[in-house]
């Protein structure tokens, strides 16, 4: 793999990490009501689940689906399902008060801001099509072993990555005493996106 086609890899993975979607709405959303180190687990959920979609691309899921596009539709509609019920529950607790850790509410555990991070990324399979893309137009046949663990790591650290940094942002005291303010308008804004986004998932 030479390494021009790498940095077009590297390109087309970093534009794919920091285009808004289910993951990065749930990153801003978990550093602003749970804090940083919550979010930085979700996370690194979401960029295990980019590796899977990954690694799923690589074994020709991409192709599966274009010759089974029923297979694509169910998953889409599984994971619209999942995005329209995160922002169900946003909506209809958007009026309760906030509650912060030192009033007694704890954060969630790593281990369940991992696997909601997980569950997140992998609730919408369009990324295993466009990885399949990706890896079709870049990596040429016979890429060596070590350059395609290069290639997870770069997903890895882009799609991790970047949502920490969005988690850090929202984190941010500033961040917090807007939401705090603001509480009911931002998590009914969070959930009707999160909504539209279940929705055009599962009926697109």
Not at 90 to 100: E, G, S
Not at 104 to 121: D, E, K, V
Not at 140 to 166: K, R, S
Request: proline letters at 5%; one cysteine or more.
């Amino acid at each position: 793999m030479t390494l021009a086609a790498f940095l077009t890899f590297a390109s087309l993975m970093l534009l794919g990490a920091i285009s808004p979607g289910p993951a990065v709405l749930m990153s801003a959303r978990t550093g602003l009501t749970e804090g940083f180190r919550t979010g930085a687990m979700l996370a690194a959920g979401i960029g295990l689940g980019a590796m899977f979609w990954a690694a799923m691309a690589l074994f020709g899921l991409g192709i599966v689906f274009s010759a089974t596009p029923f297979l694509l539709k169910a998953l889409k509609l599984v994971g619209g399902v999942f995005l329209v019920w995160i922002a169900y529950t946003l909506i209809r607790h958007a009026a309760d008060p906030f509650v912060t850790a030192d009033a007694g509410a704890l954060p969630r555990s790593p281990g369940s801001a991992l696997r909601l991070g997980l569950y997140t990324q992998l609730s919408n399979p369009k990324p295993a099509v466009l990885m399949s893309v990706i890896f079709l137009g870049t990596v040429p046949q016979g890429t060596p072993a070590w350059q395609y663990a290069a290639l997870f790591a770069v997903i890895f650290c882009f799609e991790t990555g970047w949502n920490v940094i969005v988690a850090r942002i929202f984190s941010l005291d500033r961040s917090r005493q807007a939401y705090i303010r603001l509480k009911p308008v931002i998590d009914c804004s969070f959930g009707l996106l999160l909504g539209l986004l279940g929705l055009k998932l599962a009926l697109l």
